[in-house]
């Protein structure tokens, strides 16, 4: 099923045929915080469609308020894993200095320890239409 939003236009999908599959498949996290992984604590995998994506870093609270770059960075590698799949690695930046003073930013219950609350989201896109499905 292939969702679009247009601002006010909409697409009937039996109106245009989509190219290809569209799968997202999460496959892993690695989350490392130590001095060798200074800008690349958090990696996400996926196996997606060999399509065009886009990921966007979103506060965990309600996933609707996007996370600045100055507070978490972020860099997407795609690799071809065969003729309609290929693996995407999402590598996230988590800026120490700032994380802090952000929205994302939570201490546990006995404030001994805190933790970052985000939403990673990725979805595949239509080069033609630029936007998600």
Not at 13 to 34: H, K, P, T
Not at 83 to 110: M, Y
Request: charged share 20%; net charge negative.
């Amino acid at each position: 099923m292939a969702c679009y939003a247009l601002g006010d236009e909409s697409i009937n999908n039996s109106d245009r045929q989509l190219g290809g599959e569209w799968d997202i498949r999460y496959q892993s996290m690695a989350v490392n915080f130590d001095d060798e992984h200074l800008e690349s604590e958090v990696v996400l995998s996926y196996t997606i469609s060999d399509q065009e994506s886009q990921v966007t870093i979103y506060e965990g609270d309600h996933c609707n308020v996007t996370v600045p770059v100055n507070v978490i960075g972020m860099q997407k590698t795609y690799s071809i894993v065969n003729s309609t799949h290929g693996g995407l690695n999402v590598t996230l930046d988590i800026r120490q200095d700032q994380v802090f003073l952000s929205d994302i930013w939570a201490f546990n219950a006995d404030n001994s320890t805190g933790y970052v609350d985000v939403c990673v989201r990725v979805d595949l896109v239509e080069p033609t239409l630029g936007n998600s499905s």
